[in-house]
């Protein structure tokens, strides 16, 4: 595919890629991470426990309260966007 791309040949995957700041990947890793542990039911999937959030800050040893608060947000707008995203790709009744 990227000879492709670098042959000038479009490449719509390598388009959509994610960009990740590299002080953030860790971030990223986690949500694909915890991504596995949303429950799915017939509307879709649903959202990242919180549950799910706090117990990988205990088994990563993320102690410090401001670190756990940023976590959780940067995890719950990733969640949110990726929520909006399947929905939009759902088929209307």
């Known amino acids: 595919m990227r000879e492709g791309a670098e042959a000038g040949h479009p490449t719509p995957a390598l388009d959509r890629k994610v960009s990740v700041w590299d002080h953030l990947l860790w971030v990223y890793e986690a949500f694909i991470s915890l991504s596995g542990s949303r429950q ?3 509307g879709g999937a649903g959202p990242i426990p919180v549950t799910e959030i706090h117990a ?3 088994l ?3 102690d410090d309260l ?3 608060a940023d976590f959780l947000l940067f995890v719950a707008r990733m969640d949110s966007a990726l929520l909006r995203f399947y ?7």
């Open 40 to 42: 799915i039911h017939m």
């Open 56 to 58: 990988y800050c205990e």
């Open 60 to 62: 990563m040893e993320i």
């Open 66 to 68: 401001d670190d756990r």
């Open 87 to 93: 929905a939009k790709r759902r088929p209307k009744p």
